[in-house]
């Protein structure tokens, strides 16, 4: 799972919820973590598990004065914007390919564990040294993804669609099959000699039937993007081949292709990942914790996790 996660971020993205937040967390989730934030004492030590790109610590940097420090880790390779790098850089350390199942560092060393869309994803080994590293009377304060969330819903939908173009008569089939007769195109005397050939204009036909097919389940989709995005990826592709040539366009393939899978595998892994009522209970208690508030966490009306608070017993 790492290595799409650090595939991910090395493209730029601050935190997973870039859909719906262009620059940082707004709305409901930051003022969730401003109130956590408002209410640290100073000199607090502070650790972020599976930070990404740094969204919660630019947050907890621009909300607190230079007493509180914070440690950000995360198992993939991150590449936090050079603006907070900098900005913080006495106050803040990032440490990527970080396993929060066996963290480096010392029994009751921080004041408050924080993490969004992360923890979760690492299991109760992880909840557990959380606990080791708490201090007494330490605090976590976790954003969680919630079973019947808005994004574990359109990931479930994502897999789906990924079954679709994946398929032996979907759009990526259908595609690889067009890669050579637009090669030839490209050659001199392509057209004439693909005229009258029953393989290339078969292979015409069932693209064709593969971009209708699409067309008409992104237009029933509550969630289409991910389809209109292949689709244009795979017509750009198309268009470009007979200048490519045969071999370059098989290696683009390739990279989209590769690009879908990691996509699809976070996906996967998000909805594994979330949290029933139940789940989020033994999470909680695993950390050493006893629960002192959680509440379901809505943006513009819909449901987006768990926003969770407590206390070391």
């Known amino acids: ?9 090395a493209q730029g993205a601050l935190h997973s919820c870039v859909g719906s937040f262009k620059g940082n967390y707004g709305g409901a989730i930051a003022a969730f973590w401003n109130e956590v934030f408002v209410g640290l004492k100073p000199g607090a030590r502070v650790l972020d598990v599976a930070t990404g790109n740094g969204a ?36 803040l350390v990032f440490r990527s390919q970080i396993d929060s199942s066996a963290l480096p560092y010392s029994d009751s060393k921080f004041d408050l564990c924080i993490s969004q869309y992360g923890i979760e994803y690492a299991g109760l080994g992880a909840a557990r040294e959380v606990s080791r590293v708490l201090k007494p009377g330490g605090e976590i304060a976790l954003v969680v993804h919630h ?37 030839v195109l490209g050659q001199p005397g392509g057209a004439e000699r693909l005229r009258g050939n029953a393989k290339a204009e078969r292979a015409r036909n069932r693209f064709n039937q593969a971009m209708q097919a699409l067309e008409l389940r992104a237009a029933s989709s509550g969630t289409p993007d991910l389809l209109h995005e292949q689709q244009a990826q795979i017509g750009e592709l198309c268009r470009a081949t007979p200048r490519l040539g045969m071999m370059a366009a098989n290696l683009r393939l390739k990279a989209i292709r590769a690009a879908l899978d990691a996509h699809l595998a976070r996906q996967v892994d998000l909805v594994s990942a979330a949290k029933t009522a139940e789940g989020l209970a033994q999470l909680v208690e695993a950390c050493g914790c006893a629960t002192t508030s959680v509440e379901a966490l809505h943006v513009d009306g819909a449901l987006f996790g768990w926003a969770v608070l407590g206390r070391k017993h």
Not at 1 to 9: E, H, I, K, R, V
Request: glycine residues 2%; hydrophobic residues 50%; contains cysteine.
């Open 56 to 91: 919660l610590p630019a947050l907890l940097m621009a909300a607190r004065d230079a007493n509180v420090t914070c440690e950000a880790i995360d198992l993939a390779t991150i590449k936090p914007p050079f603006a907070i790098l900098s900005e913080w850089r006495e106050r």
């Open 147 to 183: 079973i019947h969330s808005l994004p574990v819903r359109i990931a479930q939908e994502e897999a789906r669609h990924g079954s679709f173009l994946l398929a032996p008569d979907g759009l990526f089939a259908c595609a690889a099959a067009m890669l050579e007769p637009l090669s």
């Open 1 to 9: 799972m790492s290595s799409n996660w650090s595939d991910y971020w």
